[in-house]
């Protein structure tokens, strides 16, 4: 009965190969969310998808491509993977506000770049 | 630049203690905001939020809000080990950033028994 899943939880892959993350959500939210936290835990939004229609983009280089197949789901693929990805990538999901709705976060995908 | 501060801590406190958390953030118009806790090596769980000026007390916690000061607080009563973690501030900059948070850097909280 997980709220926000996340796979995989480990990713560890070489410099410049392509890949991609999962996110789901069974708490009836319409936007969903992702988050880049780095070495020093500082924790940043990348993405927001609300009812499959792109509504954050950050300044995130164009290597990076979320995906929203419908309302429940977020996929994020990564391109030409380099060392400073290394990171935990968190998807996070809430209701539709006007930024007044909690956002709850999934377990992380730990990724590391050799 | 929309920015959250806290200070990194870490902030030690004995078992029993009241653990006071805070946070400044820059953009005056900010509407929401949230307080979460991070386990090492764990995802950000939600403990509190608070959208108007004063105190608002849910169980051991409590958040205070200052808008004037642009300055919001967590306070945690009764402190345990259990409540050694990271605590994250996070801010809805206004209404025309949508649902968007924007994070402060964490304030390590450790509670010695």
């Known amino acids: 009965d997980t709220a926000v899943s996340q796979t995989p939880k480990y990713l560890v892959t070489q410099m410049g190969n392509d890949k991609s993350i999962k996110c789901e959500q069974n708490?009836?939210?319409?936007?969903m969310y992702w988050y880049k936290q780095d070495s020093k835990k500082f924790l940043k939004i990348m993405f927001s998808y609300n009812n499959k229609e792109l509504i954050i983009n950050e300044t995130v280089p164009n290597r990076f491509s979320p995906k929203s197949p419908d309302k429940a789901h977020l996929n994020l693929h990564i391109n030409s993977l380099e060392l400073g990805d290394s990171a935990v990538y968190f998807c996070?999901?809430?209701?539709?506000?006007?930024?007044?709705?909690?956002?709850?976060f999934g377990d992380g995908t730990r990724l590391s770049i050799l | 630049q929309k920015e959250v501060e806290q200070n990194s801590g870490p902030l030690s406190v004995p078992e029993g203690a009241i653990a006071s958390l805070n946070c400044t953030y820059s953009?005056?118009?900010?509407?929401?905001f949230f307080w979460y806790r991070q386990y090492s090596g764990k995802s950000p769980e939600l403990i509190m939020f608070?959208?108007?000026?004063g105190d608002k007390e849910d169980g051991r916690f409590t958040a205070q809000l200052n808008k004037a000061s642009q300055y919001v607080s967590l306070l945690i009563r009764d402190s345990q080990p259990s409540d050694s973690a990271t605590y994250l501030c996070a801010v809805n900059p206004s209404m025309e950033y949508g649902n968007k948070l924007v994070f402060g850097a964490g304030t390590i909280l450790r509670v010695k028994s």
């Open positions: 608070i959208y108007s000026n």
């Open positions: 708490l009836g939210h319409d936007t």
């Open positions: 996070a999901s809430s209701h539709q506000g006007n930024g007044n709705q909690p956002q709850h």
């Open positions: 953009d005056r118009g900010s509407q929401s």
